[in-house]
């Protein structure tokens, strides 16, 4: 115990120095905590929304359709076989049909998707009641963001063009019941939708669908002949790999942050080493090992790593508590800025094994850095040092 006790008292003894590398450690150790649990926060935040709005339970697509492909659209239906037809009709699924169309607001032409959901659904967390009750012949719902990008509102009335099943094109007026606002863009951008049976009747397809979506927790019957099913692994995959490539690039600053400590504690520890050459000479002529002295200093310079922990309590924790319970707030304009599903706010995720494991990173780093220097000590001699001489 004497070791840890000297390596104590010495780190103490050197007043504003030792807290000036507890400073810049603490720094690092806040900052990575910050910015993973940001991360963290924004994984299961937009893996939540899309989840209850879009992607349910899973999927299952009619062969043949790919969302990455306007091409398929067109021949991207079938009829719903009855292993997922029970589930619609309990209410644990909802079939959705798309039909590729073109709108003319205001005399422009714009390529749309029609997209037909039966307005009292409840597999998904999507406002499509605005849909039944309107009292419109076509009744058609909207997004915030396709309302803007087509100047239409509330009321208004659209003329929308589509190929049915058989080939042949047709033309009807439809009207805007509601505009939603949602943070999920891949509900919204360039769609309308519409009630599910209406759409059928309109594009030739009844008791046809593009796909069929699962409630939550609702568990896929398997297989099916012409469909295939896609799990929330592989929905959710393109917006966790997004995340993961910035997780990768903000490594970079913590690898700055990292080496600038570190920097700090080696320069630090090289020249306690040689102002106290002569300490460490008369240890050694007392019989101190060589190994213990590296020990003593090795772990002096380990020590930085703890107070930089606990000075980054004192002052991170209420930081990262006021973040976790507020968030990071954005504008609308700013959420859609990010080119996925945000919400207003970004709310932080900090688990144990986040904050264990960037401690111990920080203790290890730092005690790697200490023992370079150190490793002098090994090949002083005591009468070197005692002279005041590092041979």
């Given at each position: 115990?004497?070791?840890?006790k000297?390596?104590?008292?010495?780190?103490?003894?050197?007043g504003?120095?030792?807290?000036?590398?507890?400073a810049v450690?603490?720094m690092?150790?806040v900052?990575?905590?910050g910015?993973?649990?940001?991360?963290?926060?924004?994984d299961?935040d937009?893996?939540?929304?899309?989840?209850?709005?879009?992607?349910?339970?899973?999927?299952?697509?009619?062969k043949?359709?790919?969302?990455?492909?306007?091409?398929?659209?067109?021949?991207?239906?079938?009829a719903?076989p009855?292993?997922l037809?029970?589930?619609?009709e309990a209410?644990?699924?909802?079939?959705?049909?798309?039909?590729?169309?073109?709108?003319?607001?205001?005399?422009?032409?714009?390529?749309?998707?029609l997209k037909?959901?039966e307005?009292?659904?409840?597999?998904?967390?999507f406002p499509?009641?605005a849909?039944?009750g309107?009292?419109a012949?076509?009744?058609?719902?909207?997004?915030?963001?396709?309302?803007?990008?087509?100047?239409?509102?509330?009321g208004?009335?659209?003329t929308?063009?589509?190929?049915?099943a058989?080939?042949?094109?047709?033309a009807r007026?439809?009207?805007?019941?509601?505009?939603?606002?949602?943070?999920?863009q891949?509900?919204?951008?360039?769609?309308?939708?519409?009630?599910?049976?209406t759409?059928?009747?309109?594009?030739?397809?009844?008791?046809?669908?593009?796909?069929?979506?699962?409630?939550?927790d609702i568990p896929?019957?398997?297989?099916?002949?012409?469909?295939?099913?896609?799990?929330?692994?592989?929905?959710?995959?393109?917006?966790?790999?997004?995340?993961?490539?910035?997780q990768?690039?903000?490594?970079?600053v913590?690898v700055?942050?990292?080496?600038?400590?570190?920097?700090?504690?080696f320069?630090?520890?090289?020249?306690?080493?040689?102002?106290r050459?002569?300490?460490?000479?008369?240890?050694?002529?007392?019989?101190?090992?060589?190994g213990?002295?590296?020990?003593?200093?090795?772990?002096?310079?380990?020590?930085?790593?703890?107070?930089?922990?606990?000075?980054?309590?004192?002052?991170?924790?209420?930081?990262?508590?006021?973040?976790?319970?507020?968030g990071?707030?954005f504008t609308?304009?700013?959420?859609?800025?990010?080119?996925?599903?945000?919400?207003?706010?970004i709310f932080?995720?900090?688990?144990?094994?986040?904050?264990?494991?960037?401690?111990?990173l920080?203790f290890?780093v730092?005690?790697?850095?200490?023992?370079l220097p150190?490793?002098?000590i090994?090949?002083?001699?005591?009468?070197?040092a005692?002279?005041?001489?590092?041979?």
């Open positions: 115990m004497i070791i840890p000297l390596a104590l008292r010495n780190m103490l003894g050197a504003i120095k030792t807290w000036l590398n507890a450690l603490s690092a150790f900052t990575i905590i910015a993973q649990g940001l991360y963290r926060g924004w299961a937009i893996s939540r929304i899309m989840t209850a709005a879009e992607y349910g339970g899973g999927q299952y697509w009619v043949g359709f790919d969302p990455y492909d306007p091409f398929t659209l067109q021949d991207a239906h079938a719903v009855p292993a037809t029970e589930r619609v209410g644990k699924a909802t079939a959705l049909l798309y039909v590729p169309a073109t709108i003319y607001p205001g005399g422009r032409i714009r390529s749309v998707v037909g959901i307005p009292g659904q409840k597999a998904l967390e499509s009641s849909l039944a309107s009292g012949e076509l009744p058609a719902l909207i997004g915030n963001r396709m309302a803007k990008a087509a100047g239409l509102a509330k208004d009335t659209v929308a063009r589509w190929r049915d058989r080939g042949s094109y047709d007026d439809l009207t805007i019941v509601e505009v939603m606002r949602t943070s999920v891949s509900i919204d951008e360039g769609q309308i939708w519409m009630p599910l049976q759409l059928r009747k309109m594009a030739g397809m009844p008791g046809e669908a593009t796909m069929v979506t699962l409630a939550k896929a019957p398997g297989a099916i002949p012409g469909w295939d099913f896609k799990g929330l692994d592989l929905l959710l995959k393109d917006i966790r790999d997004l995340i993961a490539a910035k990768i690039g903000g490594s970079i913590y700055i942050l990292m080496f600038l400590a570190m920097l700090a504690v320069d630090t520890q090289l020249l306690s080493i040689w102002r050459r002569k300490e460490i000479g008369t240890m050694m002529a007392m019989g101190v090992t060589r213990r002295a590296v020990a003593l200093f090795t772990l002096e310079g380990g020590l930085n790593g703890v107070f930089a922990a606990l000075l980054g309590a004192v002052w991170g924790i209420p930081l990262l508590a006021y973040f976790a319970k507020h990071m707030t609308s304009e700013q959420a859609d800025s990010f080119g996925m599903a945000v919400d207003k706010g932080p995720v900090y688990g144990a094994g986040l904050v264990l494991g960037t401690t111990f920080v290890a730092t005690l790697i850095v200490s023992y150190a490793r002098k090994s090949r002083l001699k005591a009468t070197d005692l002279r005041g001489r590092m041979s």
